[in-house]
């Protein structure tokens, strides 16, 4: 089953998580939050640019 936690709008699925970029984020902030690299994330998810926007949903992979 997938948890919801909509306050922080982190939804968990098997083997990742999608995370919806809050106004404010950087993906240092993101990194720490999950605990991963800040290079694991661009790399995943394909970015071009450093830059966020709120509402862009990150994939980020599940490291336990």
Do not use: C, W
Request: overall charge negative; proline content about 3%.
């Amino acid at each position: 089953p997938q948890n919801m936690i909509f306050k922080q709008r982190v939804y968990t699925g098997k083997g990742f998580t999608e995370y919806a970029v809050q106004e404010g984020d950087t993906l240092y902030s993101i990194a720490e939050k999950f605990g991963i690299p800040e290079e694991l994330l661009i790399e995943v998810n394909g970015l071009r640019s450093v830059e966020l926007e709120e509402g862009q949903i990150l994939q980020i992979y599940n490291n336990h």
